[in-house]
């Protein structure tokens, strides 16, 4: 590289998202022009500011909009956990290739709206920032759209480790059995007749106790995956209750 230059440090939090030949040491050099932004310049080597805490340089902790100087030591740090939004009720809004996690969030009580069709960068970014929802994806470009209220990567690829990541992170408020998991409304009690028309003869003999979405009025009661939930709700509960 030829031209002015700052030394880039990530922490190993960070180092995943860098050049596979970057990723062991987590060091970099960047060239400098006198205008770009740290941000830029985190950006440009690949590094979705959503994942960018504190950024120290030559010893000083700077915010994301100074423009350094030649020669520079820039040590970029993860995002500090529990993680604050400010601003607004903690809620999150998640992509199309989400679905589990959204379904999982829901069961834990956590208001989540997800998308079931690729609505699109652009729409999915203005969603956030309309509804002051914080932006789950994996899609990094996704991330770095100016446009998000809040945003964060979710780094596996596992429905399990995605939970216990973003419960980890943001620490929301845990309220199972309060939320509809196909459409996020909220539910209430009801009776087995009111949602007669939804359940088969069997179900009808067996169960006595439902609830209701009352945005979608799907219908819920203690059925054949139940301890299945049970068994997520319990190990967040542990986990993760406030």
């Known amino acids: 590289m030829n031209g002015p230059e700052i030394h880039v440090e990530f922490a190993p939090e960070l180092r995943v998202f860098l ?14 022009d006198g205008v770009s932004t740290l941000g830029h310049v985190v950006e440009s080597l690949g590094v979705p500011l959503t994942e960018v805490g504190a950024v120290v340089v030559d010893g000083r902790e700077m915010p994301v909009s100074y423009v350094p100087t030649t020669g520079a030591t820039v040590s970029v740090r993860p995002v500090a956990r529990p993680q604050r939004v400010p601003g607004a009720p903690l809620r999150f809004l998640l992509d199309v290739h989400l679905g589990t996690l ?6 834990l009580g956590v208001d989540t709206a997800y998308e079931s069709t690729d609505i699109g960068d652009p729409a999915l970014a203005a969603l956030s920032a309309a509804e002051q929802r914080v932006m789950l994806s994996r899609d990094r470009g996704l991330l770095r759209r100016r446009e998000l209220w809040a945003g964060a990567y979710v780094y596996s690829t596992r429905p399990d480790d995605q939970l216990r990541d973003i419960l980890d992170r943001f ?9 509809c998991t196909a459409c996020n409304g909220l539910l209430q009690e009801t009776t087995k ?7 088969e003869g069997g179900t009808q003999r ?6 209701q979405c009352i945005e979608c009025g799907r219908a819920y009661w203690k059925g054949a995956h ?17």
């Open 193 to 199: 007749e009111e949602v007669a028309d939804q359940l």
């Open 226 to 242: 139940h301890e299945q939930l049970v068994a997520i709700v319990e190990r967040a509960l542990a986990d993760y209750a406030s």
């Open 171 to 179: 620490r929301p408020e845990l309220r199972p059995w309060t939320r």
């Open 19 to 32: 050049p596979n030949g970057r990723r062991r040491d987590g060091a970099a050099r960047a060239a400098t």
């Open 206 to 211: 067996s169960y006595d106790v439902f609830a």
């Open 102 to 107: 959204a379904r999982r969030m829901r069961l």
